[in-house]
């Protein structure tokens, strides 16, 4: 089979477990995956999927797939590296991704000293959620990512770069703004403005005031932390964000940054790379850089 799109198609199914949820990852429309499926259906001679309830698992026949698939597209991305590196690493180009975060505030060094060091290398730079840029890696169209920590699945290898706090932050006239330190009850009333659902970050906050026997009552979900930054500011809700990208805000007292009593967040920003998928130089090339830019 020469297009892989079938096989990216069939394992993104069988990855989310529905035809809607792969289509969100693949950014495809649902028919163009159902179609996918279709065309793999009859070249196969058999039934791919079957229904479980509201999701689709693979048939045996699907699993049997599955596996060939999963080193069919991995091999495919290993040639198209292996090829691009006919140039060696003062030439060419590297695709990373990485989130908004981890961009402005942990790579600007890292960036710095790469272009300096190889500036022929053209590099380009995805800036998105921490689950978008797994599949962009699964994908072959990033090379590393440097996202939050933990990535969900075993097929990963992973650096910790980076430790942040994650602190609670609300407007300066809010009632509590003045205390030192408030237990995670004492938010239940206010607004939270919230990282999306599915976000790394967003996960740990939940399990953090679940711990504590709080539910925050959610009003907004946004994925950039400099909007969630402003709305806290004008007074829509508190938030929970880390301490680098809130420290000159509440130097300047335009927000304050109670302690929470008994909770301790971090956010982890990691390398991530896929396990067994070939690197290029240049990508190494980063990556040696960012050991030692830690």
Avoid at 164 to 180: E, N, Q, V
Avoid at 224 to 236: N, R
Wanted: aromatic residues 6%; proline residues 6%; charged residues 25%.
């Amino acid at each position: 089979m020469n297009d892989l799109a079938p096989l990216r198609a069939f394992l993104a199914v069988a990855r989310e477990g529905g035809f809607s949820a792969a289509a969100r990852a693949l950014h495809l429309t649902q028919p163009t995956v159902s179609m996918q499926i279709r065309r793999l259906e009859e070249e196969w001679g058999e039934r791919l999927f079957e229904r479980e309830g509201r999701r689709v698992r693979p048939t045996p026949a699907g699993a049997h797939l599955a596996a060939a698939a999963e080193e069919v597209v991995r091999a495919a991305a290993n040639l198209a590296g292996a090829a691009r590196d006919l140039q060696d690493v003062r030439a060419g180009d590297l695709q990373i991704g990485t989130t908004d975060v981890a961009s402005i505030y942990v790579l600007p060094r890292a960036y710095r000293a790469f272009l300096e060091r190889y500036p022929e290398v053209d590099l380009s730079v995805t800036v998105d959620g921490t689950l978008p840029l797994l599949e962009a890696l699964r994908e072959g169209r990033i090379e590393l990512a440097v996202a939050t920590l933990p990535v969900p699945g075993g097929e990963w290898e992973t650096d910790v770069v980076d430790r942040d706090s994650l602190f609670p932050i609300l407007p300066r006239r809010h009632p509590l703004a003045g205390r030192k330190r408030l237990r995670p009850a004492e938010l239940a009333n206010t607004p939270m403005i919230a990282f999306k659902g599915n976000s790394v970050t967003r996960r740990e906050v939940d399990r953090a005031f679940a711990e504590a026997g709080v539910r925050p009552r959610v009003a907004m979900e946004i994925s950039s932390p400099e909007a969630i930054k402003k709305l806290v500011e004008v007074g829509l809700g508190f938030a929970v964000l880390p301490e680098r990208s809130v420290r000159a805000e509440i130097g300047a007292g335009r927000l304050a940054s109670p302690a929470l009593a008994g909770v301790r967040l971090e956010r982890r920003i990691g390398v991530v790379r896929l396990r067994g998928r070939y690197l290029s130089p240049a990508a190494r090339a980063f990556l040696a850089i960012l050991g030692g830019s830690k």
